[in-house]
């Protein structure tokens, strides 16, 4: 592949394991827009053409290599990559593969990686959110915003606002658990908001669009609220008014859900181990949007920058 150009799908010779890698048959690899970023050369990590594409999967476990002991063969596996998911075959280190539940679907488990990830990391570890509390979630109608959603109306018991851009992806958020929707490309989302929580804000704002729809969100916040940085959608990178931190005693912080994978290990592993027991005893419902074939990988790209996506982008081998 080249840089900025149309992906091509072509046969590549398989690779020997070596020693704690696994050999896995991808069934599902989500596209995720960092993955777009990654092909466009615009990724804060940057991969040297040609490279494979894709940051997670589910799958089967085809071969082990040498003192590999946390997976066999048959075994249904998640994985996390940063690049390779998006083909056929993949070759991962064993620490990166968790085993997936009988009772868990390889669709929905596909889902899980970066999109609940990010939101189990910015709603648990980054804002602490606590019973009854209330988030704001900025594109609400996303694959990481509906996992936010999920997560923290039934995983953490809190009540949800999710801003969105149009009417449907509004009603797309509604039925997936937030208890409040707010179309921001048509009202002022700091009136709606304030008119929402009583003239109070919001104790978290877990945002990924960033420019003015930040500072909208940063305004949104009560006395000593949260808000966690997580994208910039909208593409622009917003600069935070110091002062108004100082005038609420707010925070604001920021989530680079791959970096724990180097960071801090454990905590990264317990947050896969706990997403995959949420999915197996149905507290939550990862919410897939379309699935396309691999040769279709094109169009998936196109789908996602045209902003027609909702829910999880998946990219299907089979």
Same mark, same amino acid.
């Given at each position: 592949m080249q840089l900025a150009q149309p992906l091509l799908v072509q046969d590549l010779p398989a690779p020997r394991l070596q020693p704690r890698q696994v050999r896995v048959r991808v069934h599902y690899s989500g596209l995720n827009f960092a993955d777009i970023l990654a092909c466009q050369g615009l990724y804060q990590e940057k991969h040297a053409p040609p490279f494979t594409p894709g940051m997670e999967f589910s799958g089967? /476990?085809?071969?082990?290599?040498?003192?590999?002991?946390? /997976?066999? @063969?048959?075994?249904?596996?998640?994985?996390v990559t940063g690049i390779s998911a998006m083909a056929e075959e993949c070759i991962v280190d064993e620490k990166a593969l968790w085993q997936i539940p009988d009772s868990v679907s390889s669709e929905d488990a596909a889902v899980l990686p970066v999109a609940y990830g990010t939101a189990w990391m910015a709603l648990h570890h980054r804002a602490h959110l606590q019973p009854r509390e209330t988030v704001l979630v900025t594109a609400g109608a996303g694959a990481t915003g509906l996992a936010v959603i999920d997560l923290a109306a039934n995983v953490f018991q809190a009540k949800v606002i999710a801003a969105a851009g149009s009417d449907p992806k509004c009603q797309l958020v509604l039925a997936n658990g937030a208890s409040h929707a707010v179309n921001y490309s048509q009202n002022s989302l700091r009136e709606q908001v304030k008119a929402l929580t009583g003239g109070r804000g919001v104790d978290v704002a877990i945002e990924g669009v960033g420019g003015d729809i930040f500072k909208a969100a940063l305004r949104s916040l009560a006395w000593e609220g949260r808000i966690v940085v997580m994208g910039f959608a909208g593409g622009k990178i917003p600069s935070i008014p110091a002062n108004l931190l100082l005038l609420k005693n707010v925070s604001a912080m920021g989530v680079y859900w791959s970096r724990y994978q180097? @960071?801090?290990f454990p905590l990264f592993s317990s947050a896969m181990s706990s997403l995959l027991q949420y999915c197996q005893e149905g507290k939550i419902h990862p919410h897939i949007g379309t699935v396309f074939k691999l040769e279709e990988v094109n169009e998936a790209f196109n789908h996602v920058l045209r902003r027609k996506s909702t829910g999880k982008i998946i990219i299907s081998m089979k």
């Amino acid at each position: 592949m080249q840089l900025a150009q149309p992906l091509l799908v072509q046969d590549l010779p398989a690779p020997r394991l070596q020693p704690r890698q696994v050999r896995v048959r991808v069934h599902y690899s989500g596209l995720n827009f960092a993955d777009i970023l990654a092909c466009q050369g615009l990724y804060q990590e940057k991969h040297a053409p040609p490279f494979t594409p894709g940051m997670e999967f589910s799958g089967t /476990v085809m071969e082990t290599g040498e003192n590999v002991s946390a /997976v066999k @063969e048959g075994h249904r596996v998640i994985g996390v990559t940063g690049i390779s998911a998006m083909a056929e075959e993949c070759i991962v280190d064993e620490k990166a593969l968790w085993q997936i539940p009988d009772s868990v679907s390889s669709e929905d488990a596909a889902v899980l990686p970066v999109a609940y990830g990010t939101a189990w990391m910015a709603l648990h570890h980054r804002a602490h959110l606590q019973p009854r509390e209330t988030v704001l979630v900025t594109a609400g109608a996303g694959a990481t915003g509906l996992a936010v959603i999920d997560l923290a109306a039934n995983v953490f018991q809190a009540k949800v606002i999710a801003a969105a851009g149009s009417d449907p992806k509004c009603q797309l958020v509604l039925a997936n658990g937030a208890s409040h929707a707010v179309n921001y490309s048509q009202n002022s989302l700091r009136e709606q908001v304030k008119a929402l929580t009583g003239g109070r804000g919001v104790d978290v704002a877990i945002e990924g669009v960033g420019g003015d729809i930040f500072k909208a969100a940063l305004r949104s916040l009560a006395w000593e609220g949260r808000i966690v940085v997580m994208g910039f959608a909208g593409g622009k990178i917003p600069s935070i008014p110091a002062n108004l931190l100082l005038l609420k005693n707010v925070s604001a912080m920021g989530v680079y859900w791959s970096r724990y994978q180097q @960071e801090d290990f454990p905590l990264f592993s317990s947050a896969m181990s706990s997403l995959l027991q949420y999915c197996q005893e149905g507290k939550i419902h990862p919410h897939i949007g379309t699935v396309f074939k691999l040769e279709e990988v094109n169009e998936a790209f196109n789908h996602v920058l045209r902003r027609k996506s909702t829910g999880k982008i998946i990219i299907s081998m089979k």
